[in-house]
């Protein structure tokens, strides 16, 4: 048997300032609306793909551990699009690990998505462009797409597979502003991102969140621009509500919120009424990101571990690409 071939590559997660919530294509993952990001400086997942020339020998490790399990399937079907899509033939050995805990508040879909798929393209030996590796990233987890530019990141809607990509509009140095990360239970979330896109549309709202998505978009992008924390903090915040009010709405209901949630991002609202600049946004999840000025972070950390309920506080500043790296170093 020939040798594999091997690459290993790290990605960050972001965080999401204008959400992705819902799909205008389920099989292609097209989203209901643009959303907009920034990437986690610190955090990563790092992954290491080889390819063997031999059928039916496809084994993931995840965290050190052998899984035969959900996220082997999740993964290979991932591959199976790849394998399909790039005429990659062969077996897949997959390695992979987070330097950040599973469960601690943050997504781990969109750097785990996305360090796979610089990994596999690359060991394939093919070199694509950013733009069709986030696409390809897409279709792992739509944040994924997310996380393969640096920094500051808008993803697109697209009618088609290879429009429907993420692009950085500024680089992680544009902005000093940092997520400070409150988490609230470490314990894994019982409905998964995915099948909650799915049942976005029985949300009454979900129609008039998508309405407005693109001026709330261009209102964030421009505050970023422009580094007018106000205007960020207002269309963040209302964004998250927004998206959480349609989950509330949904058929089944998806609540995420436990109760520290809502006293954390009641305290935010006065933290910033006393003159912080800092702003809450909440993923799928019971965690609170707490986006802030780089100045005010201890403040807002100290603050933040004072409050019962919060069991662990993380800092994260913007972030940069998905890039290969060299194992041997
Ligand atoms: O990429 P997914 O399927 O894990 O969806 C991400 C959904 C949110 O984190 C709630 C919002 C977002 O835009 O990241």
């Known amino acids: 048997m020939s040798e594999p071939h091997s690459a ?39 992954t290491t793909v ?40 062969g077996s897949a050995r997959v390695e992979s ?9 943050i997504a781990s879909s969109a750097s785990s998505f996305a360090a796979l798929t610089l990994a596999a393209v690359s060991a394939a030996g093919l070199q694509l462009s950013e733009r069709a590796l986030s696409a390809l990233a897409r279709l792992g987890s739509g944040s994924a797409s997310r996380s393969i530019p640096a920094g ?7 009618q088609t597979h290879e429009e429907s990509f993420a692009e950085s509009f500024a680089p992680p140095g544009h902005w000093d502003i940092v997520d400070v990360i409150a988490v609230v239970s470490s314990e894994h979330k019982s409905v998964i991102s995915q099948e909650g896109h799915h049942s976005a549309n029985t949300s009454d709202l979900q129609a ?16 970023i621009l422009s580094r007018d924390f106000e ?30 949630t809502l006293m954390v991002m009641e305290q935010v ?29 201890d403040q807002v950390r100290q603050a933040l571990s004072a409050l019962s309920g919060i069991s662990e506080v993380r800092v994260a500043g913007a972030g940069g690409a998905a890039v290969l790296v060299d194992v041997n170093d």
């Open 50 to 89: 080889s390819w063997f020339d031999r059928p039916d020998a496809d084994s993931l490790i995840l965290n050190g551990q052998p899984d035969t399990g959900a996220a082997f399937r999740r993964v290979f079907n991932f591959l199976n699009l790849l394998r399909e899509r790039l005429n990659i033939t």
């Open 269 to 297: 609202r006065r933290w910033r009424a006393d003159g912080l600049k800092v702003c809450y946004t909440l993923d799928a999840g019971p965690n609170i990101h707490c986006i802030c000025a780089k100045d005010d972070a």
């Open 152 to 158: 500051f990141v808008e993803w697109f809607t697209g």
């Open 208 to 223: 008039a969140r998508v309405a407005g998505a693109p001026e709330r978009l261009a209102i964030c992008k421009s505050a």
């Open 8 to 46: 290993t590559a790290r990605a960050h997660p972001n965080i999401a300032f204008i959400k992705y919530w819902g799909n205008a294509n389920d099989n292609l993952r097209l989203p209901a609306n643009a959303s907009l990001s920034m990437n986690l400086e610190g955090l990563y997942t790092q």
């Open 97 to 105: 690990f987070n330097n950040f805990p599973m469960g601690a508040g």
């Open 231 to 260: 205007q960020f903090a207002e269309v963040v915040e209302r964004d998250s509500n927004l998206m959480h009010a349609v989950m509330m709405t949904s058929r089944p209901p998806l609540f995420y919120w436990l109760p520290p």
